[in-house]
């Protein structure tokens, strides 16, 4: 985000949005190695809209908000590791996922949409002391929603894992919300 002209202009969607000045409160990210508790170390944003996923668009919301209540408030003590499946997983109808556009395969699978969410994890991840244990991309031309080469895949053969190798514990927080995917 930068201010232009009295208002924030935020990316978004591939494109630019204004926000007048006031309607928003800026918080930066605090270096790791002065962080206190609760401060904010960083985060990533990906986009998606009613659109996605033609017929099946709804489910594949559905399926980012089930995913993102998973891992959102997962805490991670120093040297925990954590794995997308594990928290996430199995991806299937008796878990609660429905029937989705997908990369790979048919083009279809129940759990369709959840890569999204470990693709902005990945993204807010590389912003601090971790280490990728597991990461997979889905394919070398990538996905609509990241930048080439910072997609995670997830599934039956692929996961997304981390240790935190912070000197403190460190909490994830996960929001889907009209059309934004935010990771902090």
Request: aromatic content about 10%.
């Amino acid at each position: 985000a930068r201010m232009e002209g009295g208002q924030a202009v935020l990316p978004m969607m591939r494109s630019q949005a204004p926000l007048p000045a006031g309607s928003f409160e800026l918080e930066e990210y605090i270096p790791w190695d002065q962080a206190k508790p609760g401060d904010l170390l960083g985060g990533a944003t990906t986009f998606f809209n009613r659109f996605t996923g033609g017929k099946l668009g709804a489910s594949r919301r559905e399926n980012i908000a089930l995913a993102a209540s998973r891992v959102s408030a997962v805490v991670l003590q120093p040297g925990a590791s954590f794995s997308f499946n594990a928290v996430c997983g199995p991806y299937r109808r008796s878990n609660g996922y429905r029937l989705a556009p997908s990369i790979g395969g048919d083009g279809v699978s129940e759990g369709g949409g959840v890569c999204q969410v470990s693709t902005t994890l990945l993204q807010a991840v590389l912003g601090i002391p971790a280490k990728i244990t597991q990461w997979e991309l889905h394919q070398q031309s990538g996905v609509r929603y990241a930048p080439p080469g910072l997609d995670a895949s997830v599934g039956f053969y692929s996961d997304f894992a981390f240790t935190n190798l912070l000197p403190y514990a460190l909490r994830l927080e996960v929001q889907p919300q009209n059309g934004a995917l935010s990771v902090w």
